[in-house]
């Protein structure tokens, strides 16, 4: 073997290992910003912002519908037909001791099922059982949130 | 030749040592595979869970377990690794063994949707990965995350209000409401129509000088405008400013009679109350959605325009849901002239001069202009032949290819969703050009839309799986009864079989068996406020006292069911006292007022006895939810005992809220 076949061989090796390293800069010029997800990001953004899990989210939506005229909107017990109750609603957001079998009880059922008033009534014929799910959750999500 | 047998045996101990390493490897890999080792991890779980009699009960779990659904196209193996998913025992478990959240298994059996239907996904693959739980390069439909679940919701269920799917619902009215499928053909919203104004006489009806200011950026004007922006270059604006300003069919009504200079507008503004304009226009922020907003409506139209409009809106308007009021001359100048001083800007002028233009060149551009950007897909204009739907079709657009759909400067994953997403959000952001108008919608209603539309896919699914979208025939009375229909534009907010406008609180279909004929009448020619917490109210239409007869005859001679006028009426004493102790005992108090007391979330139930029939009270306490989907009245799962008494007593109250006196026999 000539010396300078050797020589020209490593030549040619340098030549390519730099092409390659000059090509591989080349493409990555910079940190890629990582790919985004802009529709998950608008709903997490309109619906979390009370940073509400998404049956959570659902519940208060119900919530407004159905419940917040008597209990408020963010359940505190000062809906615009509160004072016309006796007793008034109870504020949720400082219930303690009401697990998830109870609020249940009490949504599905009405007050009375649980012996007291029957000033809120049983939506468990009206509601499909998601949505008394949902009305759950949000409920159960007042006192967490009430910092 | 020895040499030769040499290198033979060498080759084939090679190989046969190759080949015992890859079996060997082989059978370890199948044996460590993730849902052995899943299935290994759930049953020393289940004995945590489990008391040993439940343990002997269990079915025990050792293979791959799929389900099957040829139906769909589907083979699911989550359940090799889910292995809880349908067993309550293990709600609220470590992952993935936890019981399925909620009640869904309950609606959607496991063993006929699987998993994938709903939450898409890789139902095939038998590890977390593969599974794409994740987005994975070269899946199209990795799971999808709880957020925009509501697509596949879609899938199955057509209607434009699907159950328990708001943000579905959600989108679905948004396109109604925008009338996405005036420019594109959309599965799912055929039949429906989309109305801007007719354009025929608007040179008769704008100040010129508002106009460009509109077409410019129709949300300058009205920042709830259901008309997106264009993007028109100036030459364009002043084009179709000359062509649409050209556009004079029919001129208003005659007013030159009018003393504009004795016009009364706090009279004006007192009408405006009264014939409850609110319930379909906004004024400042505040109204219904109906009708335009107001608010700045002195900026807009000219005097002898409105006056005419509001004398005959049907003329100009054929397919407007805008009633037309009775009122006299004197009453429509002072409404007019008030809602001209009211809703307008500081900063304009007296009406200027009509203009003519003379320049046909300019009016011809302005023409094409009009046509090029599919004007004629919402507003009607006789000089121009409809040209059928300008933009691509969106069949199927849920299955494009996600790596074929442009995404402009936008780094973003490659998803349809996130595709139409922006195309929606923000149309000329792509990397194409774009004719399709910016609505000026905001991320969240842009991210409902699309995941409505993420719910069009191609192929269809079995008709056992789908839930149409109910298509109710138009109605249209004929006779005396249909011009009132038409000329008062009931069906603009009541529904007859599922037809027409639901801003009224229960559908006609069977008012006559559920309203008193007097009472009726009475309500025709003054409705006041049967639910106060209520805002949209039906309009005081200054009927004629005998118009009011004929619906209210005619309602309660053909709009009846007959199983609730059947019902039996014989109550005693007792009955009314039994139902006056369950009025008490079951709360109605909380949202009824029975003489002024009582909560005011339903309607006063004082004077019942004259506003309702005895069969409808009982009927709609049995089933509140049959007779007005999503009503607020609960269902309190009453027996037919319960009904009747609570509707022996409803019925004995008079207007002050004690027992009615009892009429003479006739």
Same mark, same amino acid.
């Given at each position: 073997?000539?010396?300078?076949?050797?020589?020209?061989?490593?030549?040619?090796?340098?030549?390519?290992?730099?092409?390659? @390293?000059?090509?591989?800069?080349?493409?990555? $010029?910079?940190?890629? &910003?990582? #790919?985004? !997800?802009?529709?998950?990001?608008?709903? *997490?953004?309109?619906?979390?912002?009370?940073?509400?899990?998404?049956?959570?989210?659902?519940?208060?939506?119900?919530?407004?519908?159905?419940?917040?005229?008597?209990?408020?909107?963010? @359940?505190?017990?000062?809906?615009?037909?509160? $004072?016309?109750?006796? &007793?008034? #609603?109870? !504020?949720?957001?400082?219930?303690?001791? *009401?697990?998830?079998?109870?609020?249940?009880?009490?949504?599905?059922?009405?007050?009375?099922?649980?012996?007291?008033?029957?000033?809120?009534?049983?939506?468990?014929?009206?509601?499909?059982?998601?949505?008394?799910?949902?009305?759950?959750?949000?409920?159960?999500?007042?006192?967490?949130?009430?910092? | 030749?020895?040499?030769?047998?040499?290198?033979?045996?060498?080759?084939?101990?090679?190989?046969?040592?190759?080949?015992?390493?890859?079996?060997?490897?082989?059978?370890?890999?199948?044996?460590?595979?993730?849902?052995?080792?899943?299935?290994?991890?759930?049953?020393?779980?289940?004995?945590?869970?489990?008391?040993?009699?439940?343990?002997?009960?269990?079915?025990?779990?050792?293979?791959?377990?799929?389900?099957?659904?040829?139906?769909?196209?589907?083979?699911?193996?989550?359940?090799?690794?889910?292995?809880?998913?349908?067993?309550?025992?293990?709600?609220?478990?470590?992952?993935?063994?936890?019981?399925?959240?909620?009640?869904?298994?309950?609606?959607?059996?496991?063993?006929?949707?699987?998993?994938?239907?709903?939450?898409?996904?890789?139902?095939?693959?038998?590890?977390?990965?593969?599974?794409?739980?994740?987005?994975?390069?070269?899946?199209?439909?990795?799971?999808?995350?709880?957020?925009?679940?509501?697509?596949?919701?879609?899938?199955?269920?057509?209607?434009?209000?699907?159950?328990?799917?708001?943000?579905?619902?959600?989108?679905?009215?948004?396109?109604?409401?925008?009338?996405?499928?005036?420019?594109?053909?959309?599965?799912?919203?055929?039949?429906?129509?989309?109305?801007?104004?007719?354009?025929?006489?608007?040179?008769?009806?704008?100040?010129?000088?508002?106009?460009?200011?509109?077409?410019?950026?129709?949300?300058?004007?009205?920042?709830?405008?259901?008309?997106?922006?264009?993007?028109?270059?100036?030459?364009?604006?002043?084009?179709?400013?000359?062509?649409?300003?050209?556009?004079?069919?029919?001129?208003?009504?005659?007013?030159?009679?009018?003393?504009?200079?004795?016009?009364?507008?706090?009279?004006?503004?007192?009408?405006?109350?009264?014939?409850?304009?609110?319930?379909?226009?906004?004024?400042?922020?505040?109204?219904?959605?109906?009708?335009?907003?107001?608010?700045?409506?002195?900026?807009?139209?000219?005097?002898?325009?409105?006056?005419?409009?509001?004398?005959?809106?049907?003329?100009?308007?054929?397919?407007?849901?805008?009633?037309?009021?009775?009122?006299?001359?004197?009453?429509?100048?002072?409404?007019?002239?008030?809602?001209?001083?009211?809703?307008?800007?500081?900063?304009?002028?007296?009406?200027?001069?009509?203009?003519?233009?003379?320049?046909?060149?300019?009016?011809?551009?302005?023409?094409?202009?009009?046509?090029?950007?599919?004007?004629?897909?919402?507003?009607?204009?006789?000089?121009?032949?409809?040209?059928?739907?300008?933009?691509?079709?969106?069949?199927?657009?849920?299955?494009?290819?996600?790596?074929?759909?442009?995404?402009?400067?936008?780094?973003?994953?490659?998803?349809?969703?996130?595709?139409?997403?922006?195309?929606?959000?923000?149309?000329?952001?792509?990397?194409?050009?774009?004719?399709?108008?910016?609505?000026?919608?905001?991320?969240?209603?842009?991210?409902?839309?699309?995941?409505?539309?993420?719910?069009?896919?191609?192929?269809?699914?079995?008709?056992?799986?789908?839930?149409?979208?109910?298509?109710?025939?138009?109605?249209?009375?004929?006779?005396?009864?249909?011009?009132?229909?038409?000329?008062?534009?009931?069906?603009?907010?009541?529904?007859?079989?599922?037809?027409?406008?639901?801003?009224?609180?229960?559908?006609?279909?069977?008012?006559?068996?559920?309203?008193?004929?007097?009472?009726?009448?009475?309500?025709?020619?003054?409705?006041?406020?049967?639910?106060?917490?209520?805002?949209?109210?039906?309009?005081?239409?200054?009927?004629?006292?005998?118009?009011?007869?004929?619906?209210?005859?005619?309602?309660?001679?053909?709009?009846?069911?007959?199983?609730?006028?059947?019902?039996?009426?014989?109550?005693?004493?007792?009955?009314?006292?039994?139902?006056?102790?369950?009025?008490?005992?079951?709360?109605?108090?909380?949202?009824?007022?029975?003489?002024?007391?009582?909560?005011?979330?339903?309607?006063?139930?004082?004077?019942?006895?004259?506003?309702?029939?005895?069969?409808?009270?009982?009927?709609?306490?049995?089933?509140?939810?049959?007779?007005?989907?999503?009503?607020?009245?609960?269902?309190?799962?009453?027996?037919?005992?319960?009904?009747?008494?609570?509707?022996?007593?409803?019925?004995?109250?008079?207007?002050?809220?004690?027992?009615?006196?009892?009429?003479?026999?006739?």
């Amino acid at each position: 073997v000539k010396p300078s076949v050797v020589k020209l061989g490593v030549v040619k090796l340098g030549i390519g290992l730099l092409l390659m @390293g000059v090509l591989s800069t080349g493409c990555r $010029s910079g940190p890629r &910003p990582a #790919p985004g !997800d802009p529709l998950l990001d608008a709903i *997490r953004a309109d619906e979390r912002g009370a940073n509400l899990s998404l049956s959570e989210s659902q519940g208060k939506r119900l919530f407004a519908q159905y419940c917040a005229t008597c209990h408020g909107d963010e @359940g505190r017990g000062d809906g615009q037909n509160a $004072s016309n109750l006796s &007793p008034p #609603p109870p !504020d949720l957001t400082t219930a303690t001791g *009401r697990d998830t079998a109870y609020i249940r009880k009490v949504i599905a059922e009405g007050s009375a099922a649980t012996g007291r008033s029957a000033l809120s009534p049983p939506w468990g014929h009206s509601l499909s059982l998601q949505e008394v799910d949902a009305l759950v959750a949000f409920c159960e999500s007042l006192g967490r949130h009430k910092s | 030749m020895a040499v030769e047998m040499n290198r033979l045996h060498v080759a084939f101990a090679c190989l046969g040592v190759a080949f015992l390493l890859i079996f060997s490897w082989v059978l370890f890999h199948e044996g460590t595979a993730e849902w052995r080792t899943t299935q290994a991890r759930f049953r020393r779980f289940e004995t945590t869970v489990k008391n040993p009699h439940q343990l002997a009960q269990s079915a025990g779990v050792a293979g791959l377990r799929q389900i099957w659904l040829p139906d769909l196209g589907r083979v699911d193996r989550c359940v090799t690794c889910h292995l809880g998913i349908d067993d309550p025992a293990f709600a609220g478990a470590q992952q993935p063994f936890e019981a399925h959240p909620g009640t869904w298994l309950t609606t959607h059996p496991i063993e006929k949707f699987g998993c994938t239907a709903c939450h898409d996904g890789q139902g095939q693959a038998t590890d977390y990965r593969s599974a794409a739980h994740r987005p994975l390069p070269f899946v199209l439909r990795p799971m999808r995350p709880l957020e925009t679940i509501e697509a596949t919701c879609g899938t199955c269920h057509r209607s434009l209000d699907p159950p328990d799917a708001p943000r579905l619902a959600e989108g679905r009215r948004l396109i109604v409401e925008s009338g996405c499928f005036s420019c594109h053909e959309i599965p799912g919203f055929e039949g429906l129509t989309f109305r801007g104004p007719a354009l025929d006489s608007l040179g008769y009806k704008v100040r010129p000088e508002w106009l460009p200011l509109w077409l410019r950026d129709p949300k300058s004007y009205l920042t709830r405008s259901k008309m997106g922006n264009f993007r028109l270059s100036p030459g364009e604006i002043a084009g179709l400013q000359a062509f649409l300003l050209s556009q004079r069919a029919s001129a208003p009504l005659d007013s030159t009679d009018i003393e504009w200079a004795r016009a009364d507008s706090a009279n004006g503004r007192a009408l405006f109350g009264e014939l409850r304009c609110v319930s379909c226009h906004s004024v400042n922020g505040r109204g219904g959605t109906m009708g335009p907003e107001l608010t700045r409506i002195g900026d807009k139209v000219r005097r002898d325009w409105l006056f005419s409009y509001l004398k005959d809106p049907h003329r100009v308007q054929p397919d407007t849901p805008m009633l037309q009021y009775r009122l006299t001359d004197g009453q429509l100048r002072d409404l007019t002239a008030f809602l001209l001083e009211e809703y307008r800007s500081p900063e304009t002028g007296p009406e200027p001069p009509r203009v003519t233009y003379q320049d046909a060149r300019l009016v011809t551009s302005g023409q094409a202009v009009f046509e090029r950007r599919g004007c004629p897909s919402c507003h009607r204009l006789t000089a121009i032949k409809d040209p059928g739907r300008i933009g691509p079709s969106l069949a199927g657009i849920a299955d494009r290819d996600p790596d074929e759909l442009p995404y402009g400067r936008n780094v973003v994953r490659h998803t349809t969703d996130n595709y139409i997403f922006l195309k929606v959000l923000l149309p000329d952001a792509l990397a194409q050009p774009s004719s399709m108008p910016t609505f000026g919608f905001t991320p969240a209603e842009a991210a409902k839309i699309a995941l409505a539309l993420a719910s069009v896919r191609k192929a269809d699914l079995p008709a056992s799986y789908v839930l149409r979208r109910p298509v109710p025939p138009p109605y249209r009375p004929a006779g005396t009864f249909g011009e009132l229909v038409a000329r008062y534009r009931c069906l603009s907010c009541h529904s007859v079989g599922g037809y027409g406008g639901s801003l009224s609180t229960v559908p006609l279909d069977r008012i006559g068996s559920q309203l008193q004929h007097d009472y009726l009448t009475g309500y025709l020619l003054n409705p006041g406020a049967v639910r106060v917490s209520v805002e949209a109210r039906m309009p005081v239409f200054h009927m004629l006292p005998a118009e009011a007869r004929t619906i209210a005859d005619y309602l309660s001679t053909v709009f009846l069911d007959d199983s609730l006028e059947r019902y039996d009426t014989s109550f005693t004493a007792a009955d009314r006292r039994r139902g006056q102790e369950l009025y008490g005992q079951l709360g109605c108090q909380a949202c009824h007022q029975v003489g002024s007391r009582g909560g005011y979330v339903g309607p006063d139930l004082s004077g019942t006895g004259a506003r309702l029939k005895p069969g409808w009270i009982a009927a709609w306490l049995l089933h509140p939810q049959v007779q007005k989907p999503g009503t607020l009245q609960p269902d309190y799962g009453l027996s037919a005992a319960d009904a009747g008494a609570l509707t022996a007593y409803l019925g004995s109250l008079g207007s002050g809220g004690g027992p009615r006196e009892r009429e003479a026999a006739p």
